[in-house]
């Protein structure tokens, strides 16, 4: 584990291997896994999980009720909404749970919606605006974010044939109720 001197981390729950560079405050209660990478300019809330091998580029803040899980790539400036209604000294503020599932990537300067769940391997483009649950492999890109096609595990777009997508394993897939299904 390397906490950079600049860094001011309250939390006793930094797994092995993880770096958190200058200028990141994560405090008291965060939970971060294993071989992570937490650079400079970020906040992570007390009530914030992440999970192994996560990383969180520059300017991001993870709020109260945001997991990452395992293998999430989150770009530079993205952001992350803790509470639907904002208003100032918001009396009647709920927090809605985010969750970003196994191998999901958030492009630079995307906007994420409180409440909402980003599936495994989806992909957020760049600036995107996500304002409702993205399926599994899912490529989400503009305002508000629609589905653009779908992901390989390892980041690169499947092939589409006909009416199915073929994945980087020669897995044939289809679409059925927004879902990408194996078939």
């Known amino acids: ?29 965060a939970v971060i896994g294993q071989d992570c990478n937490i650079n400079c300019h970020t906040l992570i809330e007390s ?5 192994d091998r996560v990383t969180v580029k520059p300017g991001v803040f993870i709020w109260d009720g945001v997991i990452l899980e395992d293998d999430v790539m989150v770009g530079p400036n993205a952001t992350f909404t803790n509470d639907k209604w904002p208003k100032s000294k918001n009396a009647s503020y709920t927090q809605l749970p985010t969750k970003v599932k196994r191998g999901a990537s958030i492009g630079a300067n995307a906007t994420i919606l409180c409440g909402i769940e980003i599936g495994d391997f989806a992909m957020i483009g760049a600036g995107a ?4 649950n993205v399926p599994s492999r899912a490529l989400m890109v503009g305002s508000p974010a629609k589905i653009a096609g779908w992901m390989n595990e390892d980041g690169t777009k499947m092939q589409q ?15 059925i109720d927004s879902e990408l299904k194996k078939l």
Do not use: C, E, R
Request: aromatic share 8%.
């Open 47 to 51: 009530n914030a999980v992440i999970g």
């Open 129 to 132: 605006v996500v304002t409702k």
């Open 161 to 175: 044939q006909g009416d199915h997508f073929v994945d980087n394993k020669g897995n044939k897939w289809s679409v």
């Open 1 to 29: 584990m390397m906490i950079h001197p600049l860094s001011d981390v309250q939390s006793a729950h930094i797994g092995t291997g993880t770096k958190v560079w200058q200028f990141a405050i994560v405090l008291k209660g």
